[in-house]
Each structure stands twice: as structure tokens, then as C-alpha cells.
């Protein structure tokens, strides 16, 4: 048994770097306001004393905390992003559909937006071959894949992830085998001149076990 999923992703936009750059902004402001409240403004006062009334010296921790995770959201561009002119664009933005092979869709539309919300957009059961496939909906030439692990536990679950392409949705090459386990992955696919509709993703754990990824971004030319 799979599901089987139309997922809707919103226009390919930098979610994440544009929350990562807002939480920082805040978070200094926000600093700002408790270390120099009479510089601060009348607002910045009243936001220092509500804050210090309801969390105590606690509240100091609030700025450093959105802050660390402003820097985690901005991490770096992605090779693909900075030679957008050989790798094309982000075919999986728009029009694709989402197959997991078992469990509960968290959000299977962040798993191709971008808008990275959650830790994972999907977890299947615990399976001796849990996976993911992405249909484009058209042939294309397959350029690179990006894929993001989840990133608040169990990263470890993602070992021996593979890659496979398909024309049909039955048969399967596998194109990359991650070597180590990894926050994300950038898989260049440049050299291998790759037309696919379907791509998937998946593992073969010694034992039975559960998978899941946060985002996946399939980059190539119509």
C-alpha cells in the first residue's frame, strides 16, 4: 500500500532564507530593546518591561534562541542556485505529484515548495524499502537534485539513501548513493545526461525502518 498525493506547492520562492533573515532582524531588534530599553524608544520600553514581567532574566534567552535559529534557516545557497544558467530551474516547483511508499503525509507540499515549516514533509511505517517519487508530470533533462534531511532528530534513518530515475514509473536506474549521512545533499547530475519523468528517493536498512525528508528540489530543463 502507498500514498499518493497531488501536492500544490506554492511559486518557488526562498522561503527559507527570507524567515532566517527576518528572525534575525527581529532577534536584534528585539535585543536591542532589552539591553538599552531607554534607548529603545517609548515602544521598546513597554515591549522590555512586559517581557521581563512575564518570562524574569529568562527573557534574555528569547533573542539568542531566534537568532540561532535565523542562522540555521540562512544556510548556504546551493551550487545549483549560483549557476542557475547550467543547472536551469527547480522542475519539481510546480505541477508535480508526490508518492510515498506507506506511513503519514505531514505536509507533502513543503517536501517540493521550499517553505520548510516543519522537520519533515513526510514518515513512512517502518519498511525494508520505505521511498519517495516525485513525477514531474513530462519528461525532462534532469540536471540536480537537492535534499534536505530532516533537521531536528534521526537524521541517521536517511543512510544508504539512493537515487533512481524512471521514464515509466516500473523500471529503475539508480544514478548516486549517498556516501555519508548528511544535513542535505547536493547531487550535480551535469555529466550524466538524465531525461526522466519520475525520480525516487529511498533506503534499504538492515532492519526495518521508518523514513522521512524535509524538502527535495529536482533542477533541470523542459
Known sequence: ???????KPKKYAHYRELRGAALLVVSFLYGYCLVLPEQSGAVGRAIANISFEIFGFAVYLVPLLSAWA?????????????????????????????TVSSGKTNDLAQLLSGACSRPFAFHTANEKNPWVTIDLGREAAITGVLVRNRNDCCQERAEKLRLQVSNDGRQWREIWKAKSIEPRWEIPLLDQNIQARYLRLDTRPTTPAAFHLQHVEVWGRD
Do not use: C, H
Open 1 to 7: 500500500m502507498y500514498f499518493r498525493v497531488k501536492a
Open 70 to 98: 535565523g542562522i540555521d534557516l540562512n544556510e548556504p545557497p546551493s551550487a545549483f542556485l549560483k549557476r542557475r544558467s547550467e543547472f536551469g530551474r527547480v522542475l519539481s516547483a510546480t505541477g508535480a505529484t508526490v
